[in-house]
């Protein structure tokens, strides 16, 4: 684990110490930052592999703080997790419409911590993507973007073409929930006007078609793609 690089980013002290304890102590390579200016700046020198990212900060939020991270090139594929409070839902939402790939509510219980981190860790290391033929493998799950096709071992599952458009979105960041809004945005497009129970259809039908247990609802916020 001492090769992980890790940044945390809280305006607690408390907090901070405490998180970098815990990870330092599974052997992660932990750097931290007090306010969202100091963890941009920390995060330009080391290229962390993953952000946590307190959404309500000084200065500049955990929000900002993303938005500006997903504007660069090199943070493309960094996992970013946000704290939140229970009752921030608008702010959970938020942080995944700037490209938040999950997030850990508060009171922080260390095992529970500890799992989600290394579960973001192994989603992002088990997506196998070859870019020449655009084909991305994961588990038994084989999408072949140019051809437009997908397979589960060697059976060929037929999708129609917004069915695929909605795989590829998911899968293209395991574990990560991807809010309503922002499935509409990238597979319906902002000048397309669909019914609310588009994106509830088109689940369906999916998970007819590759299994009920790939695709998960996040009651009230969207969906994400879990093996």
């Not at 901070?16 to 330092?24: D, I």
């Not at 307190?54 to 960094?78: A, H």
């Not at 702010?91 to 009171?107: E, F, N």
Request: with cysteine; hydrophobic share 40%.
């Amino acid at each position: 684990m001492d090769s992980v690089k890790i940044l945390i980013v809280d305006d607690e002290p408390d907090i901070l110490e405490f998180l970098r304890y815990n990870l330092v102590k599974e052997g992660f390579n932990v750097y931290t930052a007090p306010d969202g200016e100091t963890g941009l700046e920390v995060a330009g020198i080391e290229k962390p592999d993953l952000i946590i990212l307190d959404i309500m900060m000084p200065k500049m939020d955990g929000v900002e703080v993303c938005r500006r991270l997903r504007s660069k090139p090199e943070f493309d594929k960094t996992v970013i997790a946000f704290l939140t409070a229970r009752e921030e839902d608008y702010s959970q939402i938020a942080a995944l419409d700037v490209g938040g790939d999950d997030y850990i509510t508060k009171p922080i219980r260390p095992r529970v911590f500890l799992s989600r981190i290394k579960a973001l860790l192994r989603r992002s290391e088990r997506v196998e993507l070859n870019e020449e033929s655009e084909i991305t493998r994961i588990g038994d799950l084989v999408i072949d973007r140019e051809k437009v096709s997908v397979r589960i071992k060697e059976e060929v599952i037929e999708l129609a073409k917004k069915e695929f458009e909605l795989l590829t979105l998911l899968v293209s960041k395991p574990g990560k929930v991807f809010s309503r809004e922002e499935i509409f945005n990238k597979v319906w497009g902002t000048d397309v006007i669909v019914g609310n129970r588009t994106i509830d259809v088109h689940i369906r039908k999916l998970r007819e078609k590759i299994g009920d247990d790939l695709i998960k609802t996040i009651k009230g916020i969207g969906y994400k793609f879990e093996f």
